[in-house]
């Protein structure tokens, strides 16, 4: 079998991860389809959400987030990346809005 090697060409860096356990909403069909999700990690490009069912997500949708210090939600433009059963992968979208 011959695999691939893979150089450092190769390899996208990530930004680092920071696990949390914050509760979020995904919002679609313009803010009229919304549903409970547990954010478990998070950097400043991407997420790692754990949903309460299991839901076929779009390609686009926001993601809502109440600061726990201001009371204020809010609300970051999502492209889903990958999804596994109840676990989502997605990727913030800055300066584009979610379909």
């Known amino acids: 079998m011959i695999q691939k090697s893979v150089s450092n060409d190769d390899v996208k860096p990530r930004a680092p991860r920071q696990r ?6 995904i919002a679609i069909n313009e803010m009229t389809s919304t549903f ?3 954010i478990r990690d998070m ?3 991407g997420a790692r959400l754990v949903m309460s069912d299991v839901y076929l997500l779009p390609k686009h949708f926001e993601l809502i987030v109440l600061n726990p210090n201001t ?3 809010s609300h970051t433009p999502c492209e889903l990346v990958w999804q596994k059963a109840l ?3 997605v ?3 800055r300066g584009e809005v979610a379909a």
Request: no cysteine; proline share 5%.
């Open 91 to 93: 990727k913030f979208v």
């Open 20 to 25: 949390t356990l914050k509760s979020g909403r």
């Open 36 to 38: 409970e999700v547990l």
């Open 71 to 73: 009371g204020r939600p």
């Open 43 to 45: 950097s400043d490009t």
């Open 87 to 89: 676990i989502v992968g």
